[in-house]
């Protein structure tokens, strides 16, 4: 017996915060549920039965997922369930201050495309001047580019037009604005904005959980926290050309089946690089995940 079907909003020690029918309930794991990993995690679509006693009901199953946000896991141990179920990644970055990192961005998109979840550029602070190169920099390789002020509210009516229906993870880097932008598209939300988060070392433990954030009528936020922090290793290395847009018509093109896109003769997205049709910098990013992807780090969890 069914009784009724939820989302998962947010996981809090044993328990779940469950939206239902408008309603938010508390449910713990049951059954099969309770011994099956992954575990259940936001975003999650499940069935309930009421408990015998007290307020609580019982998640007796899983539905499939549609998407997965996962964190990977060193030493082939496989990955992890962060937050499934999730439509696109709005990477977020500032036009300036602080000084855009392309890196650190095209690593966020990398992990997005390595989930098969749609991203697309936020610059924010326009207000503060235009960032051309920026803009071009992902437009060339492929993203739809949203250049918005939260601050003034230039660009913010096309951003809302991105997210009925959808639930939308939003990320980047410290002080681009993505609690500020939250804020805006969540009133009530009232994330503290402004000041430095902190840094969480590479190699330390991280806790990733997730929240989903109602907007209403089937449109949601989901607050990850962690996300940054979600790793690259054990990305199959030589799938990492498949995460840059602009390289993946490329593929194939190689001499070598097995072409890493480094230093191999007869490389075609080399070659894309040197006639300017793949941004120099890009790849350069390229390469540097790719050192990321076949390095692990020895004290992770
Ligand atoms: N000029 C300008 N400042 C902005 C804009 N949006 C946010 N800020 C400011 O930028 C600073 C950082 O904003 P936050 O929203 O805290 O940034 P964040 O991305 O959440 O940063 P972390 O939580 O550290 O990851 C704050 O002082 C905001 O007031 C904008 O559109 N224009
Ligand atoms: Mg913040
Ligand atoms: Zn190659």
Known sequence: MVSRVGMVLEREGAEYRVSSDGAELRAVLRGKVKRDTPKVVAGDRVDLEPEAAGELWGITRVHPRRTVLERRIPLGRGTRPVVSNVDQVLVVTAARHPEPIPSVIDRL???????????SVVINKIDLGPNAPLQARYEKAGYAVHPVSVKGGDGIGG????????????TGPSGAGKSSLLNLLAPGLELRTGELSEKVGRGRQTTVSARMVPLGEGAWLVDTPGFSEVGLWGLEPLGLAQCFPE????????????CRHLDEPGCAIRQAVQDGTIDADRYASYRLLLQETEAEPADWE
């Open 109 to 119: 998109l990398v992990l997005a495309e390595a989930n098969d979840i749609p991203a």
């Open 247 to 258: 390289m993946r018509p490329l593929l194939g093109c190689c001499k070598y089946a097995d």
């Open 159 to 170: 951003l809302r037009a991105l997210l009925p229906g959808k639930a939308t993870v939003v």
